[in-house]
């Protein structure tokens, strides 16, 4: 692992893929302060209707929570579809911590995604 500012400590991969008109965003990595700003500008060029595969995720900080939140927001207001597939606890306590796990859309899978938000 890097030390002493000798390149970057996180990676974060991001892909994405269409299954019935829902862009699905794969999330592999770290989600903190070092990967917030490609986290947003990736969710800024998503689709309104949006899947988050967070299966991959190995640790997500309050910053990239907030802006799940806001996307989820947003799509609500605008009567888009939205979900969370994958997530799990040992690596998103923060979603458990705020309470929030208990209000947004998470599913086990892309097939329970799918079903719950057409």
Do not use: C
């Not at 939140?69 to 979603?95: D, N, P, R």
């Amino acid at each position: 692992m890097p030390e002493n500012g000798d390149g970057p400590v996180a990676a974060l991969s991001l892909t994405s893929s269409t299954v019935d008109e829902i862009t699905v965003i794969k999330v592999d990595g770290v989600l903190d302060a070092t990967t917030r700003e490609q986290f947003a500008d990736y969710l800024a060029m998503a689709g309104t209707n949006l899947i988050l595969d967070l299966a991959g995720v190995t640790f997500m900080d309050s910053r990239a929570l907030g802006l799940i939140v806001h996307h989820w927001q947003t799509s609500l207001a605008s009567g888009a579809k939205f979900a969370l597939i994958g997530v799990e606890y040992s690596k998103s306590k923060v979603m458990w911590i705020t309470g929030l796990a208990q209000r947004l859309p998470l599913y086990d899978t892309l097939g329970d995604a799918l079903a719950a938000i057409k």
